[in-house]
């Protein structure tokens, strides 16, 4: 935590630009603990919340777009050859992948909350063809939701931030996991519920006829 207190001192509010979008780009940045020591700071007097805010979002989604037009534009093969030079190896692509089918295009808007997945989410969108819109309204979405989140932290928890990131990112991910398998239950059975409820009625119809013939032998 003192390396970063440091680094703020000597870079200011580029430390969070450049940080966050290294760390899009899946290069190795700790950007929670920098946006929240940066929402401490602001509370000492040393920054200032809209300008934490805005380098940080802006640091983050432009990071995230390019690797959105390098999955896009150069594909599965380039990655598959280049991306272990940014930690995406051919297992992490696969892995990746196999969340984004099982959980679809909502993945992108909370894969910032997760640890290990929203520094590949640009690139495994665009080699998927996931829509150009689409992907620019969650992940614009997602970002800014994320970088409140941990801005706020830092302020309101303050010194102890190190300790809660800690044991918020060792919870966070599987928290996630359970509120998108929420979430895709809840939309399955919104759009398959006419199909439901004629099954239900189908066997009160059966149940019901099946009771007949007592009637009849009283």
Known sequence: MEWMSNLFEQYG????????????LALPFPGELAMAISGHMSSLGNFHI??????????AIIGTTITY???????????????KYVLLNQARLAKVTAWFGKYGNKLILISYFVPGLRHFTGYVSGVLKVPQ?????LNYIGGLAWVLVYVSVGKIFGPNIEQLLHVASRYFAATMVVLAVLITLFVLLKKNK???????????????????PD???E
């Open 194 to 212: 006419e199909k439901i409820f004629r099954r239900l009625r189908s066997r009160s119809s059966s149940a019901g006829s099946g009771s007949k």
């Open 215 to 217: 009637k009849e032998l």
């Open 50 to 59: 809209p300008f934490i805010i805005f380098y940080s979002y802006i640091g």
């Open 69 to 83: 037009f390098v999955g896009y534009r150069l594909g599965t093969p380039f990655l598959e050859q280049y991306g």
């Open 13 to 24: 509010y580029l430390v969070l630009f450049f940080g966050l979008f290294s760390e899009s």
């Open 133 to 137: 819109r689409t992907f620019f309204v």
